[in-house]
């Protein structure tokens, strides 16, 4: 080791920290910062979603890319920055009518007989 010039073991420690710190914290940031801009850009008319104030309501327009006009109860409608949107809790999809194929019903719809529901009797004893 010499005394006066540079030593690479002084630095692993901070560059070990660094790469630590990264894989931690800044790439799942990064990460989840790209899929909430994909959940915004993908916003659309019918689309129910959450405001980051709390709000729940149905986007009733896409007034730009910033912009979305927002129902949150019957004929109330509020402007709402879209980068404000925390979540969309569901979305409506577009079918075209080439696709839509019956289905079997699911066991929820499904017609289940009706069990035979017999009245019981109630005895009273006079003493």
């Known amino acids: ?17 660094f790469v630590i710190f ?14 909430h801009q994909a959940m915004l850009a993908a916003v659309r008319r019918g689309d129910k979603v959450v405001t980051s104030g709390g709000l729940i309501g149905t ?10 006009l927002v129902e949150i109860a ?6 709402v920055v879209k980068a404000m949107i925390s979540e969309v809790l569901s ?9 839509i194929k019956p289905t079997e019903p699911k066991a929820a719809e499904k017609k289940v007989p009706a069990k035979k529901v017999t009245k019981a009797k109630t005895v009273v004893k006079k003493d």
Do not use: H
């Open 1 to 17: 080791m010499s005394q006066g010039g540079f030593d690479i073991m002084s630095f692993l420690p901070l560059i070990m920290i």
């Open 22 to 35: 990264y894989f931690l914290l800044i790439r799942p940031q990064q990460k989840k910062m790209k899929e």
């Open 59 to 68: 986007v009733s327009k896409v007034n730009s890319d910033t912009e979305v």
């Open 74 to 79: 019957e004929n109330v409608k509020v402007r």
């Open 91 to 99: 979305k409506i999809e577009a079918v075209n009518s080439d696709e």
